[in-house]
């Protein structure tokens, strides 16, 4: 880790006396955590009354799990020192300034990445660990899926867990994707990017990365208990049926919830107050447009998912029936409240990926970013948007069919400002002079895919056209173009492009160059063979097919395996280029954000002397206006 | 520097050699686009077996071909900048010669045109919501219950004489208005090569209307995940002649009467 600073001299923690708030880290917080759990479990086995003759089922064990998988919860954040703060403010005896730079990560070198650490620049390490761990994990069980799928003869893996894989894998991606461009880049890059010297509230953003942690147990936990077998959109009465596992599903969301919640209030507020001086919003980075987007959109669609899940669980485990129809409940309450936060979910995912490439593409083509107005409403525009379109996907529901036609007209009206984001992206490469490099790759393939994920799109918010779609391998398709063909391009993009500054080295050129090809060629095979399967009539989420999809699926999974090979280059590349790539210099692309203006390795406070901006970071070529 | 010499070196845009060749590759790329996407969708969507299904093909054609000048132009733009003089190397390639920041002109043409197309695809669709919803309210049509379990579909002929299968038949040309619902969790009701489906709810009845206009075997399948064996939650429907159709009815509440 090359941003450590100085080395911590032997002796300065090593004294007889050390205060409380030196001794946690993840070791005690996985300790605590776990200890609390069992202590839990076994209480509550103890003295839970037995479920009574008309009770459900599962109620008595859903209540031992919930119960135990909150006090994990409670225990790992109280183990990491998550609390240490407001208890001090609490008994009136505020962290002293020593302090404030201990939990900064002073002195700590790399310990630091293993605590409640609050300095901006190491959670966004620790979120950019904590993204390519959760994408290994639902990597690999992509790769179940595809295997099993690419088998005509039949699955190997039991209806069961072949269901609990699918719909661990989908929540497992859609988180990775969420946080991989906010969590690590927006965590890293951004406080420098608008010359701060770190985010408005450091302790949240501590909490919102640990938070992540805590909430990833449950989820394993649940795998070894059943899983979660209903897909990521766990619809109701179905999760109510569901085994323990689902459980895991319904903490994970709770966590994680408050975690995007917490991350999206510090975001916004380092953005808003933060800015250097001089940074007026017409000089602030697009690429900051796009973080901000990102975690404002999540911010009123976070607590609506939260508060599903609370529902979900007073269902399974204390019989209320919010989703039960034959109770004076209903299933469509919860399609509307799942999807209240699902559809503004994807461009949470969506708009920061392609901000990151707007900030790229002027530094590629030495060309100033094209029509910055018209990047700043596409953004908006598709913000707004977003908010007033999730019904699209109840179309077939059979919930109030009188409003579809209104939801088609706002989801297709999303076109245009995603068209904006076409034209500002296009507008720059226009007689740019390219720099052939790995980012600038990526910037041209978001096109290619951004293209045929959103003429899908188009086609799948045409009623008619939906009746046949909905439900098919063609919805699946889509979304992979859209959230990992234009999404995680990216995010990988970004990755290489901002390496150097976040680890002090080069993000190895032929390695990322492979694995670039490996990827795209790949997921170009992959899922334009998923399109013509969900033509040909192959329901999503099947475990079995007829005979018809045999040669659609084996294409599919012969590209899922390219996929995945070139994920392990990318892989091995990261490693490899973070323990012995080639030292970089203060500014190797030559870019004029002001992330590039700060030292390898960047001090605890980022600036000395805070800067003061003059200009937008587009002033490339002579200007004409 | 002076107007004249800026004068002098300034050519219209659309003479400019970047801009010809871009419109000579969006000109080639266009139909190539558009015949092969439209081609190879509509062809795995197979044969139509209703009017219904015939339109939503339809739709889907005339869906790509619209979006085919707009790919074309996406890909027509980056070709023309890859083929341009392009920098390899750790230093950056010189500073653009000239900085172009906006075009006002780009701007409206392009919101415009974008607006346009997107009005083009609602009218399009709306249409095709109002044809295809006229089938629910047909006075003509028989009626049919659907009823979707963990993981069988069964049918019930309320015009019938009360005969309950889990096989659909209909007969052809005959319209059908379908009432359906669940008993335990969400299914959908898709009949593929129909074009129609409609989520299988608890505690409600959805409905959905079609006409079958092909004599055939098609495939009923589920389309939500509703547990266990969802992908084999799939039946067939035999459409047949109104004779056939009498016949198989007949035979089937004699059946049933004698199980009874
Ligand atoms: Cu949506
Ligand atoms: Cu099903």
């Known amino acids: 880790m090359t941003t450590t600073l100085n080395r911590p001299s032997a002796s300065a923690h090593s004294a007889p006396k050390r205060a409380l708030i030196e001794r946690l880290n993840i070791f005690t917080a996985l300790a ?356 007033l379109v999730w019904a699209h996907h109840m179309y077939m529901s059979g919930w109030a069919p009188l409003l579809n036609i209104p939801f088609m007209l706002t989801t297709e009206l999303i076109s245009i400002p995603t068209g904006m984001l076409f034209l500002v992206l296009i507008g720059t490469l226009w007689r740019g002079r390219l720099w052939v490099t790995m980012p600038m790759a990526s910037v041209f393939a978001l096109l290619w895919n951004f293209m045929i994920g959103g003429v899908t799109g188009i086609y799948l918010s045409d009623i008619p056209a939906d009746a046949f779609l909905h439900g098919s391998m063609y919805v699946t398709a889509h979304f992979h173009y859209t959230l990992m063909g234009a999404g995680l391009t990216g995010a990988i993009a970004a990755l290489v492009f901002w390496f150097p500054k976040m680890t002090g080295r080069i993000f190895d050129a032929k390695l990322s160059w492979i694995s670039f090809w490996m990827v795209q060629i790949g997921f170009q095979i992959a899922f334009i063979g998923m399109f ?9 989420r099947v475990e079995g097919y007829a005979e018809t999809f045999n040669t659609g699926n084996m294409v599919t999974t012969g590209g899922a395996y390219l996929i995945m090979a070139g994920m392990l280059v990318l892989l091995y590349a990261l490693i490899h280029s973070w323990m012995n790539g080639e030292k970089a210099s203060m500014n190797p692309w030559h870019s004029k954000t002001l992330e590039w203006t700060v030292a390898n390795p960047i001090p605890l406070e980022n600036f000395d002397v805070l800067p003061t901006v003059t200009t937008d970071a587009y002033g490339y070529g002579k200007e004409i206006r | 520097m002076s107007l004249n010499e800026t004068g002098a070196k300034q050519t219209t845009w659309w003479k400019k050699k970047d801009v010809k060749q871009t419109a000579l590759i969006w000109v080639i790329v266009t139909p190539i686009i558009g015949y092969v996407a439209t081609e190879v969708q509509v062809r795995s969507m197979g044969a139509p077996a209703s009017e219904i299904m015939a339109s939503t093909i339809n739709l889907m054609r005339i869906f790509t071909w619209a979006a085919a000048p707009v790919a074309g132009l996406v890909f027509a733009m980056s070709a023309t900048v890859l083929l341009s003089k392009s920098f390899y190397g750790d230093t950056p390639p010189p500073e653009a010669e000239i900085g172009y920041r906006n075009s006002p002109r780009a701007n409206a043409l392009w919101v415009a045109v974008s607006a346009l197309l997107c009005l083009f695809a609602l009218v399009v669709g709306m249409v095709a919501v109002q044809k295809d919803s006229a089938s629910l309210t047909d006075a003509t049509a028989m009626e049919i219950k659907v009823t979707g379990q963990q993981w069988v579909w069964s049918y019930d002929y309320t015009g019938g004489s009360g005969v309950r299968s889990d096989v659909l038949y209909l007969p052809v040309n005959k319209p059908v208005v379908f009432h359906v619902t669940s008993v335990d969790v969400k299914h959908s009701f898709w009949i593929v090569q129909m074009g129609i489906k409609i989520d299988a709810n608890p505690g409600y009845i959805t409905e959905t209307a079609v006409t079958p206009n092909k004599i055939g075997v098609f495939d009923v399948r589920c389309a939500e995940l509703c547990g266990l064996l969802h992908a084999y939650m799939q039946n067939k429907v035999h459409v047949v002649s109104q004779a056939d159709y009498d016949a198989w009815i007949k035979a089937q509440s004699k059946l049933e009467a004698a199980t009874a």
Request: aromatic share 12%.
């Open chain 1, 32 to 387: 605590l955590g776990v200890i609390s759990a069992v202590v839990v479990w076994r209480l509550a086995l103890q003295f839970l009354p037995q479920d009574s003759e008309e009770a459900i089922f599962f109620n008595r064990e859903d209540k031992i799990t919930l119960l135990s998988m909150i006090a994990w919860f409670i225990g790992f954040m109280v183990g990491i020192g998550a609390l240490i703060g407001p208890f001090r403010w609490v008994m009136g005896k505020d962290l002293s300034h020593d302090e404030n730079m201990f939990y900064a990560g002073k002195d700590l070198g790399v310990k630091r990445y293993f605590r409640y650490t609050t300095d901006h620049k190491v959670v966004g390490i620790q979120y950019l660990v904590v993204t390519v761990v959760i994408f290994f994990i639902g990597g690999v069980l992509a790769m179940l899926i595809r295997t099993n799928l690419g088998n005509p003869e039949g699955g190997w893996i039991h209806p069961q867990a072949y269901n609990a894989i699918v719909g661990t894998h989908g929540i497992v991606m859609i988180v990775a994707t969420i946080i991989m461009v906010t969590g690590p880049f927006g965590n890293f890059i951004m406080p420098i990017m608008i010359g701060a010297r770190d985010m408005a509230f450091p302790r949240l953003n501590a909490l919102s990365l640990w938070l992540i942690v805590a909430a990833a147990a449950p989820i394993l936990w649940g795998l070894a208990i059943g899983g979660i077998s209903t897909g990521w959109t766990a619809y109701n009465p179905l999760a109510s049926q569901a085994p323990l596992g689902q459980n895991g599903y319904i903490m994970f969301i709770c966590i994680f919830a408050i975690s995007t919640m917490v991350a999206g209030a510090n975001i916004t507020t380092t953005v808003i107050r933060m800015r250097a001086k001089g940074m007026t919003w017409n000089r602030t980075p697009i690429f900051i447009y796009g973080v901000v987007a990102s975690v404002a959109l999540a911010l009123p669609a976070f607590p609506v998912f939260f508060l599903s899940q609370i529902m979900s669980a007073m269902d399974r485990a204390i019989g209320t029936s919010f989703y039960d129809a034959q109770h004076g409940g209903s299933g469509w309450l919860y399609e509307n409240l799942f999807w209240l936060m699902g559809h503004p979910e994807v461009y949470v995912i969506l708009i920061p990926a392609v901000a990151a490439l707007m900030e790229m593409a002027p530094v590629f083509t030495r060309n100033p970013l094209f029509s910055f107005n018209l990047a700043v409403i596409g953004i908006a525009g598709i913000s707004g948007l977003s908010a």
């Open chain 1, 532 to 540: 013509l399967v969900g033509l040909a009539g192959q329901p999503r």
